[in-house]
């Protein structure tokens, strides 16, 4: 438990360094401190559990790498860095899905309203600005939109702590990668990024929250 409280303590240090950096436009505090951010957070989890999900830590070695590539200028960096973040998707979707024991049309249908009609929202929103990336970030944004909704759907078959964690990790996630696009492609302001950063942080633990509850039995 000991191990648990000081890395869960490094980890919100270097949220908070980071966060300080971006509201004061301190760069190079910034730049240090982001890698550190998911690295933290992968240490984190490692002294959280002994039965560790591999899957869970391939998502947190995308994030990273996602982070490390989004820190550069330049578009085929920002590509590079959606597609990290797109795979680390793909993984959390996979961990979510191998929660779910049974659903049904209806349930899906209803658990994707909310998500899909944002994603549409938000699309119609950037669509004039955003040329080439159109398709990308529209791939991305059904992806992350599929993660939500999952993530609603085995929170309504369980109401456990697990699922609850997830699918706040899965909004908070959504909000912060729409941000991102805004700031990027609509409107750039100083506020968004430090907003973006802020919704981040806070989805990559909440995930860790539910992969941290997935280890106790009886979460319900």
Not at 38 to 47: E, K
Not at 119 to 134: H, Q
Not at 167 to 179: A, E, H, K, V
Request: proline share 2%; net charge positive.
């Amino acid at each position: 438990m000991r191990r648990i409280k000081i890395a869960s303590f490094i980890f919100s240090l270097i949220s908070v360094i980071h966060i300080v950096g971006i509201i004061l436009k301190i760069a190079r505090l910034s730049l240090i401190s982001k890698p550190l951010i998911l690295l933290s957070l992968i240490v984190l989890y490692g002294v959280s559990s002994n039965n560790k999900n591999k899957w869970y830590v391939l998502a947190l070695i995308f994030s990273f790498f996602g982070d490390v590539f989004l820190m550069f200028e330049g578009e085929l960096y920002f590509i590079i860095g959606l597609i990290s973040f797109l795979l680390a998707h793909f993984v959390f979707i996979k961990i979510v899905l191998k929660r779910i024991e049974f659903t049904s049309i209806k349930r899906i249908y209803i658990s994707s309203i909310p998500f899909v009609m944002f994603f549409i929202l938000l699309i119609f929103t950037l669509k004039d600005s955003l040329n080439e990336m159109l398709v990308p970030v529209i791939v991305y944004g059904l992806t992350i939109s599929a993660f939500g909704t999952i993530s609603l759907i085995n929170y309504r078959e369980t109401k456990s702590r697990k699922s609850m964690a997830m699918l706040i990790g899965s909004i908070l996630f959504m909000i912060s990668d729409s941000i991102l696009a805004i700031n990027k492609f609509y409107e750039p302001s100083h506020y968004f990024e430090v907003i973006v950063m802020l919704t981040y942080i806070l989805a990559q633990y909440f995930i860790y929250r539910s992969m941290f509850f997935e280890r106790i039995k009886d979460d319900i």
